[in-house]
């Protein structure tokens, strides 16, 4: 036991020793300043800062020349640059310019298509209205031919008559031979009341008066048997009361013949101008008859 003892103890005082001795150089090395060592210390070798510094000292070393050189070179570059973007923004412009003037000219091309179609619509309307006019001329040429046509038979056969007129010529020969004042009193008298006297192989004029008889103004007609060797001038006319008017009674050569003129005659009922037109409304005249008979020896 005693020996164990010993040795227990023995090895604490060579811990503690130990303990000792190790602290005191630990603290001996602190207190040391760094630039008084005496152990020389490596170097650290740091391959990238080497490069760094030799790339840095090649910069120094270079002339200043090509550092310009550079700069010029970058400089031209960044203007190169720049005149691309430019180039790139007048050429867009370019494209939205064009873009622009072809929606103008297909704006002004639809504008011009409509205005060319206005145009043959109106060119259509005219060709429409100068054929209407053609039309019409056409039409009224037509009814001149045909009045034109009509005219000449009326003068190749002025002596034909149609039946229903020599039947009221006959009808009122009769009347005026029996009554030569007819059913009613004449409002006009003529004078001389007849026969008239011509030769046939001369021509020549005879004048017959007219006289109103009436109280109130009177038209009246003159009909003629035959129209081709006689003619009377006027036919028509209007007489106040106690008026008198000369009618001109013309025969031309012709053969012996008879005829004789009847006065048809009524009150005036309308305007003086168009006695014609009055006469073709008249159905029963309110004077009798007046005949004048002449004769081509």
């Known amino acids: 036991m005693a ?10 005082i060579i811990s503690c020793f130990w303990i000792t001795v190790c602290g005191g150089k630990k603290k001996k090395n602190q207190k040391k300043p760094p630039g008084k060592s005496t152990e020389t210390a490596k170097p650290l070798v740091v391959p990238n800062a080497e490069k760094s510094k ?10 200043k020349s090509e550092m ?22 007048e050429e867009e412009k370019k494209e939205k310019e064009k873009e622009d003037e072809n929606e103008k000219k297909d704006e002004k091309g639809s504008e011009m298509k409509k205005d060319v179609s206005k145009v043959d619509d109106k060119k259509d309307e005219e060709k429409d209205e100068d ?16 009045e034109k046509k009509e005219e000449k038979k ?18 009122e020969d009769k009347a005026s031979d029996e009554n030569p004042g007819g059913p009613e009193k004449p409002h006009i008298s003529a004078d001389p009341p007849g026969p008239l006297i011509f030769k046939a192989d001369q021509s020549a004029q005879a004048k017959v008066t007219l006289k109103n008889i009436h109280d109130k103004k009177v038209m009246f007609k003159l009909k003629l048997s035959d129209n081709v060797a006689f003619q009377v001038n006027p036919v028509f006319g209007v007489l106040e009361p106690g008026k008198t008017i000369d009618v001109a009674v013309t025969h031309r050569k012709s053969a012996p013949k008879e005829g004789k003129m009847v006065i048809v005659n009524t ?31």
Request: glycine share 4%; aromatic share 4%; net charge positive.
């Open 3 to 12: 020996f164990d003892t010993l040795l227990l103890f023995g090895c604490l």
């Open 54 to 63: 030799k790339s840095a000292k090649s910069n120094v070393d270079k002339p």
């Open 68 to 89: 310009k050189d550079e700069k010029k070179e970058a400089d031209k570059s960044k203007k190169s640059e720049k005149k691309d973007e430019e180039k790139k923004d």
């Open 131 to 146: 054929k209407k006019e053609e039309d019409k001329k056409e039409d009224k040429k037509e009814e001149k031919k045909e």
């Open 154 to 171: 009326e003068e190749k056969k002025p002596d034909e008559k149609k039946p229903e007129d020599k039947k009221e010529e006959k009808k």
């Open 267 to 297: 009150v005036l009922t309308g305007d003086e101008k168009k006695v014609a037109e009055l006469f073709k409304q008249v159905t029963k005249p309110t004077g009798g008859l007046v005949t004048v008979k002449w004769v081509a020896k």
